[in-house]
Nanobody, 120 residues
Framework: QVRLVESGGGSVQAGGSLKLSCTLSGTMYNICSMGWHRQAAGQGREMVATITRDDAQTTHYQDSVKGRFTISQDNLKTTAYLQMNSLEIEDTAVYYC????????????WGQGTQVTVSS
């Protein structure tokens, strides 16, 4: 069983910063990637950033967050972070941490979500 626990959401004014954390626990040996997704009110869930758990730690970002958000992980690769800078009102959403099993395309495991609200 895989468990993901997020923390770090909150409210911030436009232009501000927040850092999200996600801790992975349970059966981790076959988890190859972790990522952050978000879902704004009335919209579908979308990928924000992902990072592989191998030595390469390859990252991918949604175009709208490139240059503003940075995904990283700790040395044990059990905690993933999302540093969000220059936040915009359009970044308001519930942010979900996710994990993907090796060999799978879709993300299989999800955290409970944490709210990020950006105001003007």
């Amino acid at each position: 069983q895989v468990r993901l626990v997020e923390s770090g959401g909150g409210s911030v004014q436009a232009g501000g910063s927040l850092k999200l954390s996600c801790t992975l626990s349970g059966t981790m040996y076959n988890i190859c990637s972790m990522g952050w997704h978000r879902q704004a009110a009335g919209q579908g869930r979308e990928m924000v950033a992902t990072i592989t758990r191998d030595d390469a730690q390859t990252t991918h970002y949604q175009d709208s967050v490139k240059g503003r958000f940075t995904i990283s992980q700790d040395n044990l690769k059990t905690t993933a972070y999302l540093q969000m800078n220059s936040l915009e009102i359009e970044d308001t959403a519930v942010y979900y941490c996710a994990a993907r099993r090796c060999g799978d395309v879709a993300y299989n495991f999800w955290g409970q979500g944490t709210q990020v609200t950006v105001s003007s």
